[in-house]
Each structure stands twice: as structure tokens, then as C-alpha cells.
């Protein structure tokens, strides 16, 4: 493994717990931040949402939509990463979300990444939510 793979794998770690660390503590900038700017968010099953401005509507509008908990946090596991050369990255991670209630949701992310000056970015982040506890904050 050469030296900027390795560096890319950590950068593409970084912009992972970014991400979250950024949601769970309601800084949507920051969340917006981890993707280029045309970046996609797909929702399995749901809506795409392209461009800094849409997911910063949609990370604001599904902050507001969850009241009742006092806390959110993200842990997210077993993060492939697959670096097909200096310019394209690929990394997949399962989630699960502990709010008041416990386990609340849980589920996978596939992501696409490109370098963005010196970090690694989402140019496609999806969202596959498995389950959600039946007293879910986010059971649509």
C-alpha cells in the first residue's frame, strides 16, 4: 500500500465521524461540509437530495421533525474503504442510532468519496435504514 492511500483511507475516516459527530449534535453546516458541492444524499426508499443547499434544507428540516429526545449519537461500524485510485474511493458502514429510548434506528451507508483539496468528500452518501425500535423518534 502506497503513502497516499493510506492517507486517503484516514482522510476518508475523518469525513465518516465528521458527519456524524456534526448530526448528532445539530451542526447541518458541518454535516453539508463532508460533501462536495454537487454531492448527493440518497435515501433508500425515499428522496435524493443534491447540492449544498438542498441537504442543508433537509439535514435543518429533519432535525426539526424528531422532538422529544434529549440526545443523539451515531455509532457507526466495520467502515470498508476501497481506494480505486488517487481520485475515486468507495466505503461502506453500518449505523445505529442511541437516543432516549436506546437503540432507536439502525442501517447502512454506502458512499462514493473524491479528494477536495485536502480531504476526502461524499459525492454520493446512501442511506439504507434497516429497522427502528417500535417507540422510533424517526419511524416515519
Not at 33 to 38: H, M
Not at 95 to 112: A, C, E, K, S
Request: glycine letters at 10%; a negative charge.
Amino acid at each position: 500500500m502506497e503513502t497516499w492511500e493510506l492517507l486517503a483511507r484516514e482522510c476518508i475516516r475523518d469525513t465518516v465521524a465528521r458527519y456524524n459527530h456534526a448530526g448528532d449534535t445539530g451542526r447541518f453546516d458541518a454535516m453539508v461540509e463532508c460533501f462536495t458541492p454537487d454531492g448527493e444524499l440518497v435515501i433508500v426508499g425515499g428522496e435524493a437530495h443534491h447540492g449544498h443547499d438542498e441537504l442543508r434544507a433537509f439535514f435543518s428540516g429533519v432535525g426539526g421533525t424528531a422532538p422529544g429526545f434529549t440526545y443523539l449519537r451515531h455509532c457507526v461500524t466495520n467502515l470498508l474503504i476501497g481506494v480505486d485510485d488517487p481520485r475515486a474511493a468507495t466505503a461502506a458502514s453500518y449505523f445505529q442510532v442511541i437516543t432516549d429510548i436506546g437503540l432507536d434506528h439502525w442501517g447502512r451507508y454506502r458512499d462514493r468519496l473524491t479528494p477536495v483539496g485536502d480531504r476526502w468528500l461524499l459525492a454520493q452518501r446512501s442511506v439504507k435504514t434497516d429497522g427502528y425500535a417500535s417507540d422510533s423518534f424517526f419511524r416515519p
